[in-house]
């Protein structure tokens, strides 16, 4: 291994720094971007059954909050839950812009790194080649040796600079993908609850002032008593 780095010439430190690098940000975003951790099952079902209890306190809507990302963006929309739908949709979707801008960190990065890691190739490929034509111009063309190592150099650093960029890009692109998917999947359980909270607060106003109508104005039952 050690001989084919040698003979990459050193630009193939570059391309190994940006492998480990890639390899980092993708192992780590593989455990970040669990779907179980983001979206836990029945967060919606238990603001529910807070609300219809009456058990939707701070310290409950703080628990929510510690839970998971979806449980920060769900409690802001709660802690505006008094206020009108406007309200706690816009405060919904300025969490849930800060947790898809948490669930994209080092992104950037790795697609910086299957940007860059072909380029980096190329260009130990022209140094290369500068190697080989100055061979030729010293040595003439009777020196195999020299023209080997120079062409040896050419493929080796344009080979390394499309491993490290081909894995690099796939998982860039899948990483974005799924990010895409969670955010979909977070504003649909934030709309599903916000959807139930205000549609059971209408409910209950429309019923009290029903039953408001229903009853007799206080000035008539005041002389009815009488």
Not at 161 to 166: C, D, E, K, Q, R
């Amino acid at each position: 291994m050690y001989e084919i780095i040698k003979a990459g010439g050193w630009l193939m430190w570059p391309l190994i720094l940006c492998s480990v690098i890639a390899i980092a940000i993708i192992t780590e975003r593989f455990w970040a971007l669990r779907r179980g951790r983001i979206l836990p099952k029945y967060v919606v079902a238990q603001i529910w059954t807070w609300y219809k209890k009456n058990e939707l306190t701070n310290e409950s809507i703080h628990t929510l909050r510690e839970s998971s990302p979806l449980g920060r963006v769900l409690a802001a929309g709660l802690m505006n839950r008094h206020h009108s739908r406007t309200v706690m949709k816009e405060s919904i979707e300025e969490a849930g812009r800060l947790e898809v801008h948490e669930m994209e960190r080092f992104l950037n990065t790795l697609g910086t790194i299957a940007a860059v890691a072909p380029l980096l190739g190329l260009l130990g490929s022209v140094v290369g080649l500068m190697e080989v034509f100055s061979s030729m111009t010293t040595h003439g063309v009777g020196n195999p040796q020299a023209l080997g190592a120079g062409i040896s150099k050419i493929m080796i650093a344009t080979a390394a600079g499309l491993t490290v960029a081909i894995p690099s890009l796939i998982f860039y692109r899948y990483f974005q993908g799924l990010v895409d998917e969670i955010a979909m999947s977070m504003e649909q359980e934030a709309i599903k609850m916000v959807e139930v909270l205000q549609g059971e607060r209408e409910r209950e106003a429309a019923s009290a002032q029903k039953q408001g109508l229903a009853q007799p104005p206080l000035r008539e039952s005041m002389v009815t008593k009488k």
